[in-house]
Every structure is written in C-alpha cells, then in structure tokens.
C-alpha cells in the first residue's frame, strides 16, 4: 500500500451555513460525519426542493459557532460496538434528543440555544426576500449532495488566490 496523503483536519458542521467545529476524531458511517448538519434553518423562500436559509443568502450565517452542549455524547453513535457489527447501509442508534442540543455564538458573543427565536430574527434581520425561518432537525446530515466532502489544502489555496481572500482552517481574511 502506498501513501497518498495525510489528514490534517477533521470538521463537522452541526448546524448547515454555520460554522464547523474541529474534531480530533469523526464516527464516519452511511450518512455521513456522525453529528453533521443536523440542523438547518428552513425558508419560505427557498424553493421546495431545497428548503434551507444557507449563506448564500445570509452570509453572516458564517459568523455563527454553533457548539454541541454535550459533545462527549455526540463523538459517536451510543451503541458504537453495535453500531460496527451492521452492514453497510445500515443506520446506527442516535443520541438522545437531549443530548443533541446546540448552542450558537453570535457574532457579537451572545450564546443562544439552537431553538431561541432570537436566534431566528437574528438570521433573517437584512435577507432580501420575505423569509419565514423554522429550525428543523434530524438524526442524518442535511447535506446539499454527498454527507462527506474530502479536499486538499492546495484546493483551499488555490480557491483563496482566485476569489482574493487569504484562507486557514478557521477563518477567512480579504487579502490586501
């Protein structure tokens, strides 16, 4: 066997358009990084197809850190041993509903639960459209094509030299 790369970075996206956090490890399974975009904001505006407020049309949505309350309880699926034992395709036991809660930084520092309707009138304050935002959840990842994105850190590079902003693993910087 021949190498063919290295892994510098693990990240999940608990709630979709925000922010990722970075993981030392990832349960991977057939939907996906265990935890992942398991929640989004839908909106009426959106088409049916796909319903979801995303960043491209609430870039501050970026700025948001949402932050898994019992992360312990969210690394992997509770019945792990079990859980390895299913065949492919199969899906794994989730956490209790309790231990899924998200709290989300604002831009400005203050923490909100995932569920706080402040949290909602602050991601629809300035979005162009008439958008009636509700939260959804669910046990899989809401991705908009594959539940996992691999790329290299040439690609990042290179994505950064052509729209002009200087990138890293954490944020973005418009380059001078």
């Not at 989004?40 to 049916?48: R, V």
């Not at 079990?82 to 989300?104: F, K, N, Q, R």
């Not at 958008?131 to 990842?141: A, I, V």
């Amino acid at each position: 066997m021949s190498l063919i790369g290295n892994v510098e970075s693990l990240w999940r996206y608990p709630v979709k358009s925000m922010r990722g956090e970075e993981l030392e490890e990832a349960f991977v399974g057939f939907a996906g990084v265990y935890g992942d975009r398991v929640f989004a904001f839908k909106s009426s505006a959106s088409h049916k197809g796909f319903p979801y407020l995303t960043a491209r049309e609430q870039q501050h949505m970026l700025k948001y850190q949402p932050r898994f309350r019992h992360r312990d309880k969210t690394a992997q699926p509770p019945n792990l041993s079990e859980a390895e034992s299913l065949p492919p395709g199969a899906t794994p036991l989730y956490a209790d509903t309790d231990d899924w809660i998200v709290d989300v930084e604002t831009p400005s520092g203050e923490i909100l639960s995932i569920d706080d309707a402040g949290l909602i009138r602050m991601l629809g304050d300035g979005i162009r459209d008439a958008h009636n935002l509700t939260l959804l959840s669910s046990e899989r990842s809401m991705t908009d094509c594959r539940p996992v994105s691999l790329f290299s850190l040439q690609t990042v590079r290179q994505v950064g030299e052509e729209v002009g902003v200087q990138t890293d693993k954490r944020r973005f910087r418009r380059a001078p």
